[in-house]
């Protein structure tokens, strides 16, 4: 059983593919060549996520369920940003992290993260009913 306070983070450099001008194909809009919320918020979810591979059995795999972040600063391509996840507890069967990411100027992103441990066989079952 995770105990409040476990964290997991990681370092990873922001290439053009991570930026809010990459999102140009699909929203036709001139956005700048910086990291993309987007992106930012999937590196949050992924630290929350390695944290919970542990509480799960198999065939099963954790989610993402809320989001609650807070964007601060643009951090530029080729620099580096880091994502750390902490459990701080449970809401019921979510499981809740604080979030925060860094860049070399210091913190970009910060908020609050939930995740469920569910079935990975009945997550697809429910996305295959959705066509």
Not at 38 to 50: F, S, V
Not at 59 to 80: C, F, N, R, Y
Request: hydrophobic share 45%.
């Amino acid at each position: 059983m995770m105990e409040p306070g476990t964290s997991f983070k990681f370092r990873c450099t922001v290439g053009e593919a991570d930026t809010a001008a990459a999102l140009k194909p699909i929203t036709g809009d001139d956005f700048p060549a910086v990291l993309a919320t987007t992106r930012c918020i999937a590196l949050l979810e992924l630290a929350a996520g390695r944290l919970l591979k542990a509480e799960c059995g198999p065939g099963q795999l954790s989610v993402g369920v809320i989001v609650d972040v807070k964007h601060l600063a643009a951090t530029p391509v080729g620099a580096w940003v880091e994502a750390e996840a902490t459990y701080t507890g449970r809401n019921g069967r979510l499981y809740v992290f604080d979030v925060v990411a860094r860049d070399p100027g210091g913190e970009v992103m910060r908020g609050r993260h939930e995740r469920a441990v569910i079935d990975e066989t009945r997550l697809l079952e429910g996305a295959a009913k959705r066509r």
